[in-house]
């Protein structure tokens, strides 16, 4: 780590080290059941992939942050599989929940909570990742890569 980072790197930073700290407290809270965390290794692949973008995004500094993250302190980073350079915060993960699209077929994932249990959420180590599929995508597959909740 250079010493010449900017105020807004000092932030990022500061947001990626409490993802880990708050984030869990946070998926019990939200109804997605005690988060998983796995190594990078044994990840599923659209978290691999999502995370691969994310950070090629970080490495040419296009990725984006909710205007929430940037102000008001450190706190847990929402990453959406399907738009992995752009880090959200808690309430702006959920508020796009209704419009995210399925990653599998890009269609309209038209899921309404975490019960219904087509958003599959992982803790990384800096970020917490989410994916959203179609129920019909969901059927297709159901356990493949379903982690929050499955007891995996
Ligand atoms: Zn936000
Ligand atoms: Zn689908």
Do not use: N
Not at 2 to 19: E, G, M, S
Not at 41 to 65: G, P, V, Y
Not at 74 to 103: D, F, G, K, N, Y
């Amino acid at each position: 780590m250079k010493d010449d980072r900017t105020p807004r790197d000092i932030a990022i930073d500061d947001q990626l080290r409490a993802a880990g700290a708050e984030g869990a407290d946070w998926l019990m809270a939200s109804g997605w059941g005690a988060p998983v965390t796995i190594p990078v290794q044994k990840a599923a692949r659209w978290q691999r992939e999502a995370r691969a973008r994310m950070l090629a995004a970080e490495a040419s500094d296009t990725w984006t942050f909710c205007k929430h993250l940037c102000a008001g302190g450190p706190q847990p980073v929402v990453v959406h599989a399907e738009t992995p350079e752009r880090m959200l915060c808690r309430a702006c993960s959920i508020a796009e929940r209704a419009t995210r699209p399925c990653l599998i077929c890009g269609k309209p994932a038209a899921s309404e909570s975490p019960a219904d249990g087509r958003e599959d959420v992982i803790m990384g180590p800096v970020a917490i990742y989410t994916r959203l599929r179609c129920a019909t995508c969901y059927r297709a597959d159901p356990l493949h890569g379903t982690f929050a909740g499955s007891g995996f």
